[in-house]
T-cell receptor
Framework: KQEVTQIPAALSVPEGENLVLNCSFT??????LQWFRQDPGKGLTSLLL?????REQTSGRLNASLDKSSGRSTLYIAASQPGDSATYLC?????????FGAGTTVTVRA | GAGVSQSPSNKVTEKGKDVELRCDPI?????LYWYRQSLGQGLEFLIY????????KSGLPSDRFSAERTGGSVSTLTIQRTQQEDSAVYLC?????????????FGEGSWLTVV
């Protein structure tokens, strides 16, 4: 059974600092890995999708890397802003469904 | 529609009553998923549909939970004789296929409170 772990569980940084969020998974036989953002009381918004054959994916200030062989992914958010405050979830897709980590709750202080 | 649509967005029900939660996936998406997120917990897989078939129902917590999908589109999750531990956010998601590398898109969720 796939196990997904996210470290740290919570993170508080001053505005402008770069964020580094970590995700690890136990079974490397994955289709892809998705990073999501969840705001309080809201659903999940997809941020980045990395296919198993890719090493990284970028969108604006966000960059995600994937090392499938070691079962790790890292989400980097450059120059954080208060609007980046949210919970970030990592999910791996093996076969047809996603297995989720518990998330990292980020607070960016103005 | 433009995104995954769920209704109701919020539901408060009395213990023992039945509830129905509806999901309208993105047009053309053949794969549909239901997940549950309890307070302070991670996302828990409930069921997966490919078209109208449900090849994986392994996450449904008990026989009080059932789901169906009709016309390869709308899905309904039904919880019978609700219990307080059923209180959670029920999230629906869809994608263009089950066994593909495509993005899975989530709705805003149905927030269920059992009192």
């Amino acid at each position: 059974k796939q196990e997904v772990t996210q470290i740290p569980a919570a993170l508080s940084v001053p505005e402008g600092e770069n964020l580094v969020l970590n995700c690890s998974f136990t079974d490397s036989a994955i289709y892809n890995l998705q990073w999501f953002r969840q705001d309080p009381g809201k659903g999940l918004t997809s941020l980045l999708l990395i296919q198993s054959s890719q090493r990284e994916q970028t969108s604006g200030r966000l960059n995600a890397s994937l090392d499938k062989s070691s079962g790790r992914s890292t989400l980097y958010i450059a120059a954080s802003q208060p609007g980046d405050s949210a919970t970030y979830l990592c999910a791996v897709r093996d076969d047809y469904k996603l297995s989720f980590g518990a998330g990292t709750t980020v607070t960016v202080r103005a | 529609g433009a995104g995954v649509s769920q209704s109701p967005s919020n539901k408060v029900t009395e213990k023992g009553k039945d509830v129905e939660l509806r999901c309208d996936p993105i047009s053309g998406h053949t794969a549909l998923y239901w997940y549950r997120q309890s307070l302070g917990q991670g996302l828990e897989f409930l069921i997966y549909f490919q078209g109208n078939s449900a090849p994986d129902k392994s996450g449904l917590p008990s026989d009080r939970f059932s789901a169906e999908r009709t016309g390869g589109s709308v899905s309904t999750l039904t919880i019978q004789r609700t219990q307080q531990e059923d209180s959670a956010v029920y999230l629906c998601a869809s994608s263009t296929g089950g066994r593909t590398g495509n993005t899975i898109y989530f709705g805003e969720g149905s927030w269920l409170t059992v009192v």
